[in-house]
């Protein structure tokens, strides 16, 4: 069956990095884009970015996140990266990976676990 | 464009409920609308893809439409049962972006 198994929590303080791991199984790994999203404490869902895994380098990213996400692949692992610099308090969130179904509309099929980062002093 | 969704809905067990997703700024009906339920400590789940298509597994309980006089997408939920107590969201997409949410529904199933 489709899992995506990401990296635990963290806690990092304002202006460092984190960087997340999503590692894929049970499907074609380049077959599918995946996206990451953010959710605040008691908010809503916040579109990070997505890349397509097929080694091509395709990705985009949300306006507001374009200098400060890089999202990477490696088929070997079939594992996501998704690496946000410069944490602010803010940043403070569960993040998700999503495999999107690529049927054509954004359809997010199957998430992992979450990732919590924690950005305190 | 928006999707805005009601803060909060509530029915009891047995009964019927209608959580909406209503478009702003653009026609709603012009691309596919998804839901997810979330349950609390919990990652989203699918319950509706492609405005009124149930992924393998969901309960035939699980409808969607919509309807373009209001611009809105609706989620319902028949024989409402203690454990579709969560957050539901709708998600579509925009010219600007791949990826639109609506601000979330928490349903209380009294």
């Known amino acids: 069956q489709v899992q995506l198994v990401q990296s635990g929590a963290e806690v990092r303080e304002p202006g460092a990095s984190v960087r997340i791991s999503c590692k894929a199984s049970g499907y074609i790994f380049i077959n599918h884009y995946i996206h990451w999203l953010r959710q605040a404490p008691g908010q809503g869902f916040e579109w990070l970015g997505l890349i397509n895994p097929n080694g091509r380098g395709g990705a985009r990213r949300a306006p507001r996140f374009r200098d400060r996400v890089r999202m990477t692949t490696d088929a070997s692992t079939t594992t996501v990266y998704m690496e946000l610099d410069s944490l602010k308090s803010d940043d403070t969130a569960v993040y998700y990976c999503?495999?999107?179904?690529?049927?054509?509309?954004?359809?997010?099929?199957?998430w992992g676990q979450g990732t919590l980062v924690t950005v305190s002093p | 464009f928006i999707l805005t969704q009601p803060h909060s809905v509530s029915e009891s067990p047995g009964k019927t409920v209608t959580i909406s997703c209503t478009g702003s700024g653009g026609a709603i009906a012009k691309n596919y609308v998804q839901w997810y339920q979330q349950r609390p400590g919990r990652a989203p789940t699918p319950v509706i893809h492609k405005d009124n298509r149930r992924p393998l597994g969901v309960s035939d309980r699980f409808s969607g439409s919509i309807d373009s006089t209001s611009n809105s997408a609706s989620l319902t939920i028949s024989g409402l049962q203690p454990e579709d107590e969560a957050d539901y969201y709708c998600?579509?997409?925009?010219?600007?972006?791949?990826?639109?949410f609506g601000g979330g529904t928490r349903l209380t199933v009294l």
């Open positions: 999503a495999r999107d179904e690529s049927s054509g509309y954004t359809y997010f099929d199957n």
């Open positions: 998600q579509s997409l925009d010219s600007n972006s791949p990826v639109i």
